[in-house]
Nanobody, 121 residues
Framework: QFVESGGGLVQPGGSLRLSCSAS????????LAWFRQAPGKEREGIAF????????YYDPSVRGRFTISRHNANNTVSLQMNGLKPEDTALYFC????????????????WGQGTQVTVSP
């Protein structure tokens, strides 16, 4: 089971740090990712990290502003979000898969329930 936390309301230009914890699973074996879904839009993958090293990939919409990190000591994955924009408003999901490597795509097997991020003045 994967549970996200850290969402909330923030002003444009602000920062938030999302965290995803796992129970019953050891995250260091998994390819991990963060997705988001804005109202009326499809879910999109924005940040991915490899299961075997720290290789990461970011969607161009967040590259340079967001950072995905794996924290094996406490079995979590985080998403540090800086320079937030109103268009970053969405429900954010963490996802995990047993894939060996960097898995860039929508086919993740395990999902959290999401945490809401709202960017507004």
């Amino acid at each position: 089971q994967f549970v996200e936390s850290g969402g909330g309301l923030v002003q444009p230009g602000g920062s938030l740090r999302l965290s995803c914890s796992a129970s019953g699973s050891t995250l260091d074996r998994y390819a991990l990712a963060w997705f988001r879904q804005a109202p009326g839009k499809e879910r999109e993958g924005i940040a991915f990290i490899s299961s075997v090293d720290d290789a990461a990939y970011y969607d161009p919409s967040v590259r340079g502003r967001f950072t995905i990190s794996r924290h094996n000591a406490n079995n979590t994955v985080s998403l540090q979000m800086n320079g937030l924009k109103p268009e970053d408003t969405a429900l954010y999901f963490c996802a995990a898969d047993e894939f060996n490597g960097l898995f860039i795509g929508p086919g993740y097997r395990h999902w959290g329930q999401g945490t809401q991020v709202t960017v507004s003045p």
